[in-house]
């Protein structure tokens, strides 16, 4: 597959994948911004705005279960590359840096869940 076939554009609002849906790639954003978000009827709540080079989708390419957010596009021209499980795996395999990587944003991103969890809990 050439590597053109894997990259999509979006616009503002445009949902990349919907929380709850099963999907087995990881996205790269190259150009704009994508907003994660939990959606609870009308109300978005936005957790983390990823830029040109984040990458977000990486838990379901990793175990295969539903996704536990909404991605969406919010920027103009929001382009992102998918990247499959297959792909995945060679790229870890054939690349620790980018093992490495992928290990520590899923570090840091628990730790700010966390962080989070831990102050909700603690407020009286």
Not at 10 to 20: A, P, S, Y
Not at 53 to 66: L, P
Not at 78 to 91: D, E, G, P, Q, W
Request: glycine share 8%.
């Amino acid at each position: 597959m050439t590597i053109e076939k894997c990259i999509n554009e979006f616009g503002v609002d445009d949902v990349i994948f919907e929380e709850g849906s099963t999907g087995r790639e990881l996205f790269v954003v190259l150009d704009g911004t994508v907003d994660i978000a939990k959606i609870d009827g009308g109300n978005k709540t936005v957790i983390v705005s990823l830029g040109k080079g984040e990458f977000f989708g990486e838990m379901a390419v990793i175990d295969g279960s539903a996704r536990s957010a909404t991605a969406i596009a919010a920027a103009p021209a929001t382009r992102v590359m998918r990247i499959n499980h297959a792909r995945f795996v060679y790229l870890v395999s054939q690349q620790p840096a980018f093992a490495l990587m992928v290990m520590d944003a899923l570090s840091k991103r628990l730790r700010a869940s966390n962080a989070v969890t831990y102050r909700a809990a603690a407020a009286p």
